[in-house]
């Protein structure tokens, strides 16, 4: 059994959003380009009844395209939901109110006001790119120079799709296999913030990956991550919790904004926590 939401049936949840908003499926955080608009309305999407209870690893959605067919796609299936424009941010956006990119570009925002640097100075790679939403809000704030990195052509093909001309440059790579031309076009753009927001701890970026993007950006650039409050725990097995941990300990990883917020609304519409982290890179990761 399924529940349509979000204009065809509404669900509540009670307790509080990011920043003081509400739970509501559907609440609206974001807009997103208006091109997207006609494609994401036409989109109907029904969710399990709010009993049925999955991990994050394996939600999953039944998803009504303009053509009237109906079919499954599992949360984690990008290469799928890229493929349809506006899908992505129907499901994760309208229905299920995702705030993540916003609310670490804010907390990027106001460390480097505090440091006095202009974001129009700031050149990220932005890990974990698809489809470009992320590269859209650090537009918004000043931040000119974005260069995305995803293993998926489909995210490369719908952010060109999708928002055109916000990545100077977009490699479609596997950076636990980066080649030395990956490397030495990586180089190139002199990067000095890496970004990787709602991306890490479910095997999409393992941490080898990661290491291999903050190892590109610049000493005494910033790392602006956000991950699941469990891959920092003590019984962690991804290998984040180490080391992130070693990383603050060693000062390798000089925190200035740290705080638990609500990523989204799972599909019972649970909030599920993150953890989000604004640093400064003052070296390498063991």
Same mark, same amino acid.
């Given at each position: ?158 952010? #060109?799709?999708? @928002? ?6 977009? /490699?479609? =790579? $596997?950076? &636990?296999? *980066?080649?030395? %031309? !990956? ?70 990883? #000089?925190?200035? @904004? ?6 989204? /609304?799972? =599909? $019972?519409? &649970?909030? *599920?926590?993150? %953890? !989000? ?10």
């Amino acid at each position: 059994m399924t529940q349509t939401v979000n204009g065809h049936g509404t669900v509540t949840t009670s307790g509080s959003g990011p920043r003081g908003g509400d739970d509501r499926l559907g609440s609206g955080v974001y807009d997103g380009p208006r091109a997207l608009a006609e494609a994401r309305r036409a989109l109907r999407v029904a969710l399990p009844e709010p009993s049925s209870k999955y991990t994050q690893d394996d939600e999953w959605c039944v998803v009504q395209q303009p053509d009237g067919a109906w079919s499954e796609f599992r949360f984690h299936d990008y290469d799928r939901i890229f493929d349809v424009p506006g899908l992505y941010e129907k499901i994760f956006y309208d229905v299920l109110g995702c705030d993540s990119p916003r609310f670490m570009v804010g907390l990027l925002a106001d460390a480097l006001a505090d440091a006095r640097i202009e974001a129009a100075d700031v050149r990220v790679l932005d890990l974990g790119a698809g489809n470009g939403i992320m590269a859209e809000e650090l537009a918004a704030v000043g931040v000119a120079h974005n260069v995305g990195v995803d293993i998926l052509p489909e995210a490369r093909t719908a952010a #060109e799709r999708d @928002r055109p001309g916000l990545y100077t440059d977009y /490699l479609v =790579t $596997d950076l &636990t296999a *980066l080649d030395a %031309e !990956g490397s030495r076009r990586l180089a190139g753009h002199e990067l000095n913030a890496l970004t990787v927001v709602a991306a890490l701890g479910f095997g999409d970026i393992p941490p080898e990956a990661f290491r291999t993007a903050y190892d590109h950006v610049a000493e005494g650039g910033w790392v602006v991550l956000t991950i699941k409050d469990a891959f920092l725990a003590a019984d962690d097995t991804s290998g984040f919790a180490r080391m992130i941990a070693d990383g603050m300990a060693s000062g390798t990883l #000089e925190v200035v @904004r740290r705080e638990r917020f609500r990523h989204r /609304l799972a =599909t $019972d519409a &649970t909030p *599920l926590v993150y %953890e !989000g982290i604004v640093a400064r890179k003052r070296g390498p990761l063991a």
